[in-house]
């Protein structure tokens, strides 16, 4: 099995920070694109930053210039720095990782999610 474990959530003010940690641990053969998704209240789920196996990152409009997604492949753990935090940033944090497992008949890719982080930024 993988786990996907979040850490580093809370309550903060505006213009404030804060590092999210996501530590993917388990039956792990490799990882390819990690990322972070959140959702606010009434709101759908959206991506806000993701991070591919090599490097290239890609953000949500909302946080660029303020988020900054990396990775340490060695620790199979992805993180996201944010700063400059406004209170439309305040959702629950949710770690995705598309994860290569090896079975019986082969290596197959699965996707997982964490079981995610409360992020509240006061005004």
């Known amino acids: 099995q993988v786990q996907l474990v979040e850490s580093g959530g809370g309550l903060v003010q505006a213009g404030g920070s804060l590092r999210l940690s996501c530590a993917a641990s388990?039956?792990?053969?490799?990882?390819?694109?990690m990322g972070w998704y959140r959702q606010a209240p009434g709101k759908q789920r959206e991506l806000v930053a993701a991070?591919?196996?090599?490097?290239?990152?890609n953000y949500a409009d909302s946080v660029k210039g303020r988020f900054t997604i990396s990775r340490d492949n060695a620790k199979n753990t992805v993180y996201l720095q944010m700063n400059s935090l406004k209170p439309e940033d305040t959702a629950v944090y949710y770690c995705h990782a598309d994860i290569q497992r090896r079975v019986v008949t082969g290596v197959y890719e699965y996707s997982y999610w964490g079981q995610g982080t409360q992020v509240t930024v006061s005004s």
């Open positions: 991070i591919t196996s090599g490097g290239s990152t």
């Open positions: 388990g039956s792990i053969f490799s990882i390819n694109a």
